[in-house]
């Protein structure tokens, strides 16, 4: 009866230290922070770019072509284009537009209002 009393005590206190060292184990592999989701479930927004220069050729509704430094830009206008103020050859205007392959499609075209040319001081003394 001794070694049976043995046997169970030696068993219980096993399996006590077994389930610390196992409860130990759990903790250690849960990682601190949530795990990140693939980038690729996220679809990426088309980034609005924009260029700024004079209007060298303009059809209302199609297509505009700026002069921006050295270069010329062409833009397709989407349908459905916000476009503020009145647009002419040689005025100065704003393209927001985005990518689509190897065309750019303007999204919204602002013409720049020019600044009011400051007054002679000369024409003020008079």
Not at 6 to 34: D, R, S, Y
Not at 77 to 91: F, L, P, R, S
Request: no cysteine; net charge positive.
């Amino acid at each position: 009866m001794k070694r049976i009393l043995i046997v169970l005590v030696a068993l219980l206190a096993m399996v006590a230290f077994v389930g610390g060292v196992v409860a130990q184990e759990k903790k250690a592999e849960k990682p601190a922070a949530a795990p990140e989701k693939p980038k690729e479930d996220k679809p990426k927004a088309p980034k609005a770019l924009k260029a700024t220069g004079n209007v060298v050729a303009y059809e209302a509704g199609k297509m505009i072509k700026v002069k921006v430094k050295d270069k010329e830009k062409e833009f397709t206008i989407a349908a459905d284009a916000k476009v503020k103020g009145e647009i002419k050859e040689g005025v100065k205007v704003t393209v927001a537009y985005k990518k689509d392959g190897d065309k750019m499609v303007a999204t919204s075209i602002t013409v720049a209002t020019p600044k009011p040319k400051p007054e002679k001081k000369a024409e003020e003394k008079k």
